[in-house]
């Protein structure tokens, strides 16, 4: 559901060579500045009392990526139209390719789109060139915004990620809004219960634990009657994906980071004596209980293995495992269970995160008609739709997820309401923003793969933080 797998070259290229488009002032004082000022935003020219009809007659385009998300979007979009007046046209693009057509096209300054789709960690691509609407000052306008749209609704951490100052370093949740959250997925390990049940396994509470199960079941497995199964599925690509699911999220429970900051420098941290036992540790569980192909593995092939019973766990996005968990999708269909996964060693279930978001392009002419459709696909009414009669499996409001129709459709998947509220507020995006972000993850899986194949980890993370330093800071 994030690119996974996919060779980001092109859109590195797109982007950096589209960076060089001069900074525009961001707009807006973020959450908790002075509501007077926005800094001339278009938000200001709404006035009045608030009204879903006060821009009928306009038409909104928008940019989508081909996803569970956006078919229950199209499928809810009358509902928008007959309650503003205004049209919705769409272009929906598959994934290898939709992020290339929307960086092509923000750069331009065309605006052949108002609103589009886009991940978290874009936004420190597409912020700092100016490319992103602040959204901050529509949120705070009254007249623009109605109060049953409901910000305290969200989760607050879901917000934070997609609200950045646009430096390089800086903590998230300050700033401009430029995106806001729409669907999300949490990651942490979901396993097979009927091989669990027959080795006598629970689920690992610790990286120790959970290194020891991989190769117990990869061992034992196939005498139990599951031919070729391993023990734990994990993406392994040279991608920047290979890094944020299980990998950052593990690492990031013990305390390890990406970056430091020091003086406003942005300081490579992944060679730090304690991160450099950590990734030799996880190349050691990939080695031991992992799939004989990891260097191929995507999130494609990893919530597949898990499906087929090939995989004894997956420590991967939510969503991964509960395509193949609802009944009738998969050979392992309910025989999956969810688990926060393992802690770290002073019981951290800090997770990471990707995030689909929506946001408007800054060159739109057509920003109240784009606002009230943004507002209306992340508010109440459509997302409540989307998760009980669509697949937004992970809400990103408190009152889905606490809807009653929303815990019966999910409540015959064992763990996974569970789980989603266990690690729901200490899951967020755990890398440094910076705009090297998806050049540097890419080396990051470059180096893993590197560490997987023998060569040594701290001579090879060394080399990696060298290179980093002079591309980041």
């Known amino acids: 559901m994030d690119m996974r797998g996919q060779d980001r070259r092109r859109f590195l290229a797109l982007t950096a060579a589209a960076s060089a488009t001069p900074l525009l002032t961001a707009c807006g004082a973020g959450f908790g500045g002075d509501e007077k000022k926005s800094d001339g935003s278009a938000a ?20 989508l990526n ?13 509902a928008f139209t007959s309650k503003t007046g205004i049209k919705v046209e769409y272009d929906v693009f598959p ?7 929307l960086t092509v096209d923000l750069s331009s300054g065309r605006a052949s789109y108002d609103v589009f789709m886009l991940g978290a960690y874009m936004v420190w691509q597409y912020g700092p060139p100016g490319w992103l609407e602040d959204l901050g000052p529509w949120m705070r306008n009254s007249s623009a915004t109605g109060s049953e749209w409901d910000q305290a609704d969200f989760f607050p951490n879901l917000l934070q990620a997609d609200q950045w100052s646009l430096k390089a370093g800086a903590p998230l949740g300050q700033g401009g809004q430029y995106a806001l959250p729409w669907g999300w997925e949490t990651n942490v390990v979901a396993y097979n ?17 959970l290194r020891e199960i991989s190769g117990a079941i990869k061992r034992r497995a196939p005498g139990a009657g599951f031919d070729g199964m391993y023990g734990v599925a994990v993406r392994g690509s040279r991608s920047w994906a290979t890094i944020h699911p299980g990998f950052m999220t593990m690492y990031s429970r013990y305390g390890l980071k990406d970056f430091t900051v020091d003086g406003g420098k942005v300081k490579p941290a992944m060679n730090s004596p304690k991160a450099v036992a950590f990734t030799q540790d996880w190349a050691e569980m990939i080695k031991k209980g992992g799939p004989p192909s990891w260097t191929s593995y995507t999130w494609y092939q990893c919530s597949s293995d898990l499906g087929a019973k090939k995989a004894g766990m997956l420590f ?3 969503t991964a495992a509960y395509f193949q968990a609802v009944a009738g999708a998969s050979p392992a269909s309910g025989k ?9 060693p002073d019981g951290s279930l800090a997770t990471n995160m990707w995030i689909w978001s929506l946001g408007m392009n800054a060159k739109s002419k057509n920003k109240h008609a784009a606002w009230l459709f943004l507002q209306w696909a992340t508010g109440k009414e459509h997302l409540r739709k989307a998760a009980i009669e669509g697949n937004h499996i992970d809400p990103v409001r408190k009152s889905v997820s606490q809807d009653g129709a929303y815990k019966d459709k999910m409540k015959d998947i064992p763990g996974f309401i569970e789980t989603f509220e266990t690690v729901v507020d200490q899951t967020k995006i755990q890398f440094t923003p910076q705009e090297q972000f998806f050049d540097a993850t890419t080396s990051w899986a470059a180096s893993l793969q590197e560490i997987y194949g023998g060569k040594n980890a701290k001579s090879v993370l060394n080399g990696l933080a060298s290179d980093l330093a002079s591309k980041v800071g």
Do not use: C, M, Q, R
């Open 44 to 63: 200001d020219d709404v006035t009045g009392s608030f009204d879903w009809k006060k821009a009928k007659g306009k038409t909104v385009k928008a940019l």
């Open 66 to 78: 081909k996803h569970p998300y956006t078919d229950a979007l199209i499928a809810d979009l009358k």
């Open 95 to 101: 994934e290898d390719n939709y992020f290339d057509k």
């Open 193 to 209: 219960t009927e091989v669990f049940k027959k080795l006598g396994l629970k689920p690992a509470e610790t990286f120790d634990e």
């Open 316 to 318: 991967d996005a939510d």
């Open 336 to 344: 999956i269970a969810f688990h926060p996964g393992p802690k770290g």
